[in-house]
């Protein structure tokens, strides 16, 4: 009986060249799961996965700045979720920031409770804090009560910020979550 795998069983790391499919299909899974009541069949049916694929190619390959980053989380050598995070702005003249933002985070729905992603979080945070930032935020959809809870879980909590996004079909809102890290 061997002792050790050739890959640990769960892990994160940095996405490569090759992740952007798996990525697009735990994106597009996910939001089918979760938002499917909110968003509806309309805007479920338009997304497009090889939209979702190219995007997350640019992401993981020409990431548009310093700070920008794609992590995915493994079981074994299966991609089972994936964090985008970069850094916030100001609009100051030194265009400076103290906060990052987690842009995408998604565990495919059957994987999900399995500590994937509060793996991600960590690893995100853990990165946002070397880069010098105190602050993180996320935006999250109204309607989603588990992600919700697991944010509160993570230590982060709604600051009254709201956006109201366009989907073609229906206006949906976000709110911002915020901690300091």
Known sequence: MALFREQADVSVRPAVAGDEQPIADIQLEAWRTAHADLLGEPVLSALDRDAFAAGWTRAITAPPGRGHRVLVACDGPHVVGFVAIRPLRDDG??????AGEVVALEVLPSAQRGGHGSRLLAAAVDLLREDGLVHVAIWVLDGDPAREQFLTDAGLGPDGAAR??????REVVERRWVAEI
Request: charged fraction near 15%; avoid cysteine.
């Open 164 to 169: 109201t996004l366009a989907t073609g079909v």
């Open 93 to 98: 003249p030194d265009d400076t920031t103290t």
